[in-house]
């Protein structure tokens, strides 16, 4: 009887060391991606050394018991939720610069004068919509940035037309300095 519990016991704690090993790996094989689309070639390499280090460790030991089926069940599982705790860990990281398009219909005097107020670089221009002119404005911000940012436009324009578009780099213009340190052309000295 003691047997049996032992093997369950090893079974229960090799499923859930498995499990949390491909959460983590997974988590870090997420993050190394963006790293790297995100040019941070230095923090890149160490992130993957890890993540693979972590799935050796997982996948030894679904080798070693190559026939039980907790083991599959932890590996997908960890798989599934490493997914989730990445995508989640990245969006609260929020590396990377967005293009925010407005499309203004009326006066958006408030509004422009509220972005300038909070740091923000904005171009303006009048353009033609459908049902006449508008104001487009443009502004080049951190993602961390984008809820405070959405805060005020909607506080002051509710009713602005908004698109937002993941920028892979700047060069050129005067940037606050909410967005310099995020820029990988700034740093190589463009």
Not at 15 to 29: P, T
Not at 40 to 48: E, L, R, S
Not at 114 to 133: D, I, M, P, Q, V
Request: charged residues 20%; hydrophobic residues 45%; glycine residues 6%.
């Amino acid at each position: 009887m003691s047997a049996m519990c032992n093997e369950i016991f090893s079974i229960i704690i090799i499923s859930f060391l498995i499990f949390f090993a491909r959460i983590v790996d997974v988590s870090l094989q997420t993050l190394r991606i963006i790293f790297t689309s995100k040019d941070k070639i230095k923090i890149a390499p160490i992130v993957g050394f890890f993540e693979v280090f972590i799935w050796l460790l997982a996948i030894g030991q679904l080798f070693q018991n190559i026939t039980n089926i907790f083991y599959y069940l932890a590996y997908a599982s960890g798989f599934a939720t490493g997914n989730y705790v990445g995508i989640y860990i990245e969006r609260k990281i929020s590396l990377g610069l967005l293009n925010i398009q407005l499309i203004l219909k009326k006066d958006p005097t408030q509004l422009l004068n509220s972005l300038k107020t909070a740091g923000y670089g904005l171009t303006t221009f009048t353009a033609e919509g459908k049902s006449g002119k508008v104001k487009m404005v443009i502004l080049i911000i951190k993602r961390k940035n984008l809820n405070e940012l959405l805060r005020i436009i909607e506080k002051d324009y509710p009713n602005a037309f908004i698109s937002i578009e993941q920028v892979q780099s700047v060069r050129g213009g005067l940037f606050s300095s909410r967005i310099k340190s995020h820029s990988p052309l700034f740093r190589k000295g463009w």
